[in-house]
């Protein structure tokens, strides 16, 4: 009679777990993964336009927690289908951003449908969140920054994942290193050009931000320039991924504004950008404010500056990451005008030493010249 009992016990045992019943291997736990937007140089001039790392193999029911690293703005959007957003719209002589790029929408969660936004994400170490509630394939991209994509590949539920996350920290950073050090050779390779104009002034050409390979350079190049009045400067922006402004103003006086707040009652605030389009003339000669307006990628704006005097500006844009310059304007030369010897402290035989010695460097120069080869 025991021995009966016990089979049966036994029996029923076997039957539970090959069934499935309660014996079966606990549900695998959701997990939350970490991930990075953006990263930057200590100084904020070279910028990582990019998620890190691109891709991220999750499983489904997981969250990915996204973490801004620079001091910067992006956004982290999906977008299944349609187009997105415009990210800025004009109104009148300003432009606003719309809600739907500047605010968080679409919920917590993502299954493969609908627009599902961040919002904006400004300044190092802010935070977003999204559970991803069903298996498949899913880009995403930065709704300011073009060329900013990543991808999420969501498993099914229980699947065995392929990198930890400390592999995938270690991913991340080895991409962020590269965007960080191919933004730095696009700075060394950003050169200051000039040519003569038809009066006999000159214009120079300054680079205004360089970038590509979802890395940016967010400094005008050179930072300092010394012209003589008459002079004009042309700024020609070289990155695919960035607007910026050439905006003078009164050093004394406050930055001006890139976005502004417009409180609209119960809802959301409207975001204005007030110095999108251009403002004042295009020949520099005061303290008052000069812009350019927005610059998209590859557009250019001159300004001439008739006055001697030293005159500042900014990218309106990028002044969080300190991108400013400076114009230092000379008086011009009279026409016909010999150019003046150095001061040499009333020694008279001074002159005639500066004199033999211009004569000996002229003369080495035109010996150095006849070594050259002739241009092919």
Known sequence: MILSVVRLLIEATLALAIGGGALAA???TATTWNAMVGGE???HALQAQAFLPTQITINQDDTITWTTGAEFVHTVTFLSEGTPPPVAAPEGNIVIQPAATAFPSGGPSYDGTGFVNSGLLEGKGKTYSLTFTKAGTYGYFCLLHPGMVGQVVVQAAGSAYPLTQAQIDAQANAELYAKLASANQDLQDSKLTSKPNT???T???VVNGAGGNQASVLRFVPVDLTVKAGD?????????HEVHTVTFYDPAGKVPDFIVPQPQGSGPPKLVIPHAAPENDTAVDSQDLYNSGLLLPGQSYTFSFPKPGTYTYVCVVHAPQGMFGKIVVEAAAAPGAPASLPNTGGDAA???LLLLGG???LL???VRGTRRRPAN
Do not use: E, R
Request: no cysteine; charged share 10%.
């Open 359 to 361: 004569g000996l460097l």
């Open 203 to 205: 214009n120079y050409t």
């Open 350 to 352: 001074a002159p005639l």
């Open 232 to 240: 004009s400067v042309t700024w020609l922006g070289n990155d695919p």
């Open 199 to 201: 009066d006999g002034t």
């Open 26 to 28: 606990p549900a695998q």
């Open 41 to 43: 140089s200590a100084d």
């Open 364 to 366: 080495g120069a035109l």
